[in-house]
């Protein structure tokens, strides 16, 4: 495991390095930071936002490659030469320029490297152990395959969510690509370092040291939206950065004053929130909720354009390709606007209906019980910092954001995951109001403290990542070892490993009952779903009690429209199937714990005409 980790840490490293010299090249032009200023002379901010916006310029080429049909090693490694030779000089002189690496004392220098490379140690460390939380291996890895498989951005009409915005999907193809699965489950985890530089420099911007950003950081891995997937192939935290670093944005603009006021930290935000827009649909949501800020407090209606502008340029490239293809630019969630396509109007209503189901009432009187559920308790501290006066107008700025999603999560839906837009800024606010409470003591207090004790709290922490790094690879050391036998327990597995044998025989497509998480562990096509063309409504008798599979010969009929040979049955989801009711029309290749692999005797092709 030792060998594996060092490559995926190289790699990793060498994608960071590759985003942040492309990101300081594109930012060049813009000329964002000034002297005198204390957020520009914070190099933490700096290689943030560099990385960020390398990064969606990244997605930029991998998605021109992917619609091109180019999606492969070669074109992908050659293009990423190009971009950093092209970038390299601009880079260069920018870094000179910014004096990035002057004026800070080694000391500090060595115990900023020591926590950051512990930090993406410990975010790459929880990669390594096999797939398998759910949506990964239902549609997010499935996505990501098909793109390596086909070398381009294909439509998979029986995924779930197929057309989809996939900048980070795009990521994870790229994981697949270079390393296989660990690295797919690596590149979802990278951007929680990245949003940990974010943390650090917002916190050395508005607190004055970046320790409380570090501690924030760490704080972030307990957090509901982020510990659930962490370490698994999920978009969320790719997501998290992207609107991360727009907050961030925006906040630099709102701080310069009216007259020195230019566009260009305001288009830098509007292209990072497309960058979450093209991640998620709810992306999208944040999108243009941290525009209204613009029009709501700021009123301001040329920023807010400027702003748009920069959404729409970074962030449209995935709802036009859905309109091209469906109609509909927000398929499957458009379709009562603008016709169905492969979802119908009985699947919107179950997907609401699911949605419902998380979370606790939206009676704003369950606000608290609703923090406990999402597991995001430490935000009441947020909450209790909105009411401090004299608070500066960035941190306002962070604050409209904050309230303005979350309200949005709680009353629309109030899935835990669907936090992790607002993950970073809500526990950097949450910390502002401990630095706010801890104001109150004077100035020369508070500076004789951070002196004498900020070092020494800086190596506690240091150790405190350090330990949890060493937990975390004891514990996925183990996993790595066992790797077959942990995968032997998902459901599915030993049913889709064996019908993997059998494509040569019965074909690359597998109708499946019940398994729709484990789709990515089958080598073709997986058919079934609540959702979408291989929707269960036509594979299931749900008239009386329990949903069972229809009478063997309806079902025969509808996977010869498939063209499916193979079924699996979960036996766990629908305990009234009788094996011996399909005796007559489908033969058993294997029966597992959890259900069966059975596939169609006297198979007659259907007609291609």
């Known amino acids: 495991m030792l060998i594996d980790l060092i490559r995926v840490h190289a790699i990793a490293s060498a994608f960071l390095l590759h985003c942040a010299v492309v990101g300081f090249a594109l930012l060049k032009p813009m000329d964002l930071w000034e002297s005198g200023n204390a957020a520009n002379s914070n190099r933490y901010l700096k290689w943030f936002f560099a990385i960020s916006i390398g990064c969606l310029g990244n997605i930029a080429v991998?998605?021109?490659l992917g619609m091109a049909g180019w999606f492969s090693f070669p074109a992908?490694?050659?293009?990423?030469?190009?971009?950093?030779?092209?970038?390299?000089?601009?880079?260069?002189?920018?870094?000179r320029e910014l004096q990035i690496f002057s004026g800070v004392p080694r000391g500090q220098v060595m115990l900023d490297a020591l926590i950051l490379l512990t930090l993406l140690f410990t975010v790459l460390i929880v990669a390594f152990h096999p797939p398998g939380h759910w949506d990964d291996t239902m549609y997010h890895l499935p996505l990501a395959r098909d793109t390596l498989r086909h070398q381009g951005i294909v439509l998979n009409e029986y995924l779930?969510?197929?057309?989809?915005?996939?900048?980070?999907?795009l990521l994870l193809a790229l994981g697949l690509m270079l390393r296989g699965d660990v690295m797919a489950q690596a590149f979802a985890s990278i951007p929680l370092f990245v949003m940990g530089l974010g943390l650090m420099g917002a916190a050395r911007w508005i607190m004055g040291s970046p320790l409380a950003g570090a501690i924030a950081t760490v704080v972030l891995f307990t957090l509901g939206p982020i510990k659930s997937p962490l370490g698994y192939a999920y978009i969320d935290n790719g997501l998290a950065?992207?609107?991360?670093?727009?907050?961030?944005?925006?906040?630099?603009?709102a701080s310069k004053g009216k007259e020195r006021r230019s566009y260009n930290w305001l288009i830098v935000a509007g292209l990072l929130a497309g960058g979450a827009a093209g991640s998620k649909y709810f992306g999208g949501v944040f999108a243009v909720l941290l525009g209204?800020?613009?029009?709501?407090?700021?009123?301001?209606?040329?920023a807010s354009a400027a702003y748009g502008a920069a959404v729409l340029a970074a962030g449209s490239w995935w709802y036009i390709r859905s309109f091209v293809v469906s109609g509909d630019p927000l398929h499957p969630a458009g379709g009562e606007v603008f016709g169905y396509f492969l979802w119908n109007a009985e699947d919107l209503l179950r997907q609401q209906s699911e949605q419902a189901m998380h979370g606790v009432s939206s009676n704003p009187l369950y606000l608290w019980a609703s923090l406990k559920e999402a597991n995001v308790v430490a935000w009441a501290l947020a909450f209790a910092g909105l009411v401090f006066r004299?608070?500066?107008t960035p941190v306002r700025a962070l604050q409209f954001t904050f309230l303005a999603y979350f309200i949005f999560w709680f009353f629309v839906t109030q899935v835990t995951r669907y936090l992790a837009p607002i993950s970073a800024v809500g526990t950097f606010l949450s910390f502002y109001t401990l630095y706010r409470c801890y104001a109150l003591v004077s100035a020369k207090t508070r500076a004789k403290w951070i002196r004498n004790r900020g070092a020494v709290a800086s190596y506690l922490l240091l150790a405190l990542l350090t330990s949890y790094a060493g937990n975390r690879y004891h514990k996925y050391h183990g996993e790595m070892a066992e790797w077959n036998a942990i995968l032997a327990k998902e459901p599915g597995y030993q049913l889709f490993s064996k019908a993997n044998t059998l494509?040569?025989?019965?074909?690359?497509?597998?109708?499946?009952?019940?398994?729709?998480?484990?789709?990515?562990?089958?080598?073709?096509?997986?058919?079934?779903?609540?959702f979408g063309r291989g929707r269960y409504s036509s594979m299931l008798d749900c008239r009386v009690g329990q949903c069972k599979p229809v009478d063997a010969k309806l079902m025969r009929q509808q996977m010869m429209k498939f063209g499916s040979r193979m079924l699996a049955i979960s036996t766990e989801q629908y305990s009234d199937f009788e094996r011996v009711d399909y005796e007559e029309d489908f033969d058993l290749v294997i029966e597992s714990e959890d259900g069966m692999l059975l596939y169609i005797n006297n198979w007659e092709a259907p007609n291609s005409n």
Request: hydrophobic share 55%; glycine share 6%.
């Open 160 to 169: 779930r969510f197929p057309l989809f915005p996939q900048n980070i999907n």
């Open 292 to 302: 209204s800020y613009l029009l709501i407090v700021r009123r301001d209606w040329k």
């Open 390 to 392: 004299n608070t500066p």
């Open 241 to 253: 950065m992207f609107c991360w670093a727009a907050m961030l944005a925006l906040a630099l603009w």
């Open 62 to 64: 991998l998605f021109a």
């Open 503 to 530: 494509i040569p025989t019965y074909g690359p497509r597998l109708v499946q009952l019940g398994f729709e998480n484990a789709v990515y562990f089958f080598d073709g096509t997986v058919i079934g779903d609540w």
């Open 76 to 95: 992908i490694m050659g293009l990423s030469l190009a971009m950093l030779l092209a970038a390299l000089p601009l880079t260069t002189k920018q870094i």
